[in-house]
């Protein structure tokens, strides 16, 4: 146990020491800065509170966006940063086995991945609260919960399978290509699909837990619990996939 | 595929009938050989040989199509843990996350490993001579200082088997001689086995005490390497440029124990064996003749000439 935790500093060390691990926050913070700002001087109607700005700015159709966008660039490069630098050759001769030594990695993506959307919500109330100080409005802090967990659904996804993508293909660009475009593709897909009631089994239209707080159901007969257990289904296909396909990989 | 568990318990690596075939194609094709605690043993071979897919099977990094690969009596196949941990190596090149410090690098192996002292960080990374160097980036050192950071990983555990490949890759002239002195001297002195591949078999010859070659996967020969022979008793093969061929060539004949002495009158080259301990007597003879001695040089063509015939030369598989 004490070898797994040593492996999880050694992934989120990985993680921590680029240059670039801060440009991630820091964007975010530039975002939230923006909006904030930019509330204050137009005042859009129907936001009053502090609630409402930050339970509408970090929903997906907002700047809750850049999380996934930012989650999944770093998952891509978790398994595949360690093929370009070749450094897979150290990691996988020592008395670890190639489950532990996966798994250390996908649970740190995870916990980056969480700390991502913790910033963006830490902000997002930060940013309302200059703005409206207070204030009430039509949102309540179960509404923004609810949002907040629909936040971190969404990036878990799409980081289990751009993680998956990144040990089938090796290449970074390839994971991050694929997992942006999916994203971006997966809603519109739905939606042109969405005449079909096959459709409601694809992954992508189960990622946006959160439309199950109003009505718009992308497709008729859809509940929150169909969705979970469609999206629990997904998530251990990817993980069995990454895991199998690891485990048995010649690495030439 | 046969289990049988290794009998001397000296022996450290052990080969059984290792095969990889890959397409079709056998790239290891039955290679079987035993290394035992202290040896230094080179691994010899073309470019294609099969030198690095060996290496890869030996630390699990590609799985073997038929045969087996024990480490201390423990299947790299079915025991990996057990097995890898008395390893340490490096495959082809010696590559490290460039971003981190040398010494940040070495703590992610530290971490990978129980018992990895941060004593014994100090001690490996002194002993391939990195202490001032450790607080850079690695992307700032050159190819010989991620070599030596490579050595300094891969004796990190304590290891009681090195898989190296081409280690001396990249060093100056002063570093191959350094590594070679201090491979030679971890493996006398902690009485580690080292598996060394090389397409040199002047490199080889100079550390270890054991050649093994492989071409096309297959093994060609094993040979032992005359360290045993004291140097003093060691024939050697000389060749002497002289004054006068014909006039050394009858003081060469007069002295006993000189073997087959040839002279070639138009170079005025001779080329004769001998022991080690008669070259000066030999000379201080042929100075008292009054031959002019310009060059004395020692023939060592044979093994490398045995080596090309038996490879082919440098044709790669
Ligand atoms: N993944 C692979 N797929 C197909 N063929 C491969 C693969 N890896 C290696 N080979 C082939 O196996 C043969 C042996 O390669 P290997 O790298 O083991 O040679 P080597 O002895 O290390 O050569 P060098 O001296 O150039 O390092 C070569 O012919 C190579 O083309
Ligand atoms: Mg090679």
Redesign the interface.
């Known amino acids: 146990m ?2 797994f935790t ?2 999880l ?2 992934e989120w ?2 993680l921590s ?3 670039s691990f801060f440009v991630a926050y820091a964007i975010l913070a530039v975002v939230f800065g923006i909006m904030g700002y930019a509330f204050y001087e137009i005042q859009p109607d129907g936001l009053t509170s502090t609630v409402d700005f930050a339970t509408g700015t970090i929903m997906l159709q907002a700047a809750g966006q850049l999380v996934p966008v930012l989650a999944v660039l770093a998952a891509a490069g978790s398994v595949t940063q360690e093929y370009r ?3 897979i ?2 990691l ?6 190639r489950h532990k030594i996966l798994a250390s990695k996908y649970i740190v993506m995870v916990v980056y991945t969480l700390t991502l959307v913790l910033t963006t919500a830490a902000l997002a109330v930060a940013a309302g609260y200059i703005v409206y100080g207070g204030g009430s409005g039509e949102s309540t802090w179960t509404d923004f919960l609810g949002n907040i967990a629909s936040l971190a659904v969404y990036s878990i996804v799409f980081v289990t399978m751009t993680f998956m993508i990144g040990i089938l293909t090796k290449s970074n660009g390839a994971s991050i290509g694929i997992g942006i475009f999916s994203m971006m593709a997966g809603s519109l897909l739905v939606m042109l699909l969405s005449r079909y009631t096959i459709t409601k089994y694809l992954l992508f239209a189960n990622t946006d837990l959160s439309v199950y707080r109003s009505d718009a159901v992308p497709i008729e007969g859809m509940t929150l619990v169909f969705s979970i257990v469609i999206l629990l289904v997904y998530m251990a296909l990817f993980l069995s996939v990454s895991f199998a396909v690891f485990k ?1 990989r ?3 | 595929m046969t289990t049988a568990k290794i009998t001397n318990p000296s022996i450290v690596l052990q080969l059984d009938g290792l095969t990889k075939k890959i397409g079709g194609k056998a790239i290891v094709d039955g290679l079987s050989f035993d290394i035992a605690k202290g040896e230094v043993v080179g691994l010899l071979g073309p470019n294609g040989a099969g030198k690095t897919t060996t290496m890869r099977m030996i630390v699990g990094l590609i799985g073997m199509t038929e045969g087996d690969v024990r480490i201390c009596g423990q299947s790299i196949r079915t025991s990996f843990e057990q097995a890898i941990r008395h390893v340490g190596g490096i495959i082809e090149n010696p590559e490290f996350y460039p971003y981190m410090s040398g010494y940040d690098n070495l703590k992610q192996y530290q971490r990978m490993t129980a018992g990895v002292t941060d004593a014994r960080i100090a001690e490996v990374t002194k002993l391939v001579g990195m202490q001032d160097a450790l607080g850079k980036k690695v992307k700032a050192y050159s190819l010989g200082m991620r070599q030596r950071l490579g050595i300094a990983q891969a004796l990190l555990h304590e290891p009681k088997l090195l898989i190296l490949d081409e280690p001396t890759n990249g060093l100056d002239p002063a570093g191959i001689k350094e590594m070679r002195e201090y491979l030679k001297q971890i493996a006398e002195a902690e009485g580690i086995a080292i598996l060394v591949s090389s397409h040199l078999l002047s490199e080889i010859e100079l550390m270890c005490s054991r050649v093994i070659v492989i071409q096309e996967g297959k093994l060609v020969t094993v040979r032992s390497l005359g360290e045993a022979e004291s140097t003093k008793q060691k024939v050697l093969s000389i060749s002497m440029q002289v004054g006068n061929a014909g006039q050394a060539l009858e003081v060469i004949n007069r002295m006993e124990g000189i073997m087959a002495a040839q002279s070639d009158s138009f170079t005025n080259k001779i080329t004769f064996e001998l022991q080690q301990d008669q070259i000066p007597g030999l000379v201080a003879s042929l100075a008292a003749e009054g031959v002019a001695i310009y060059r004395i040089e020692e023939v060592r063509a044979t093994l490398e000439e045995e080596f090309m015939k038996l490879t082919g030369g440098n044709r790669i598989a």
Do not use: E, P, V
């Open positions: 004490r070898n040593g492996l500093i050694n060390l990985k020491k680029k240059k630098y070749g450094t050759k150290f996988l001769i020592r008395a670890q086995s048995k010649d690495i030439a």
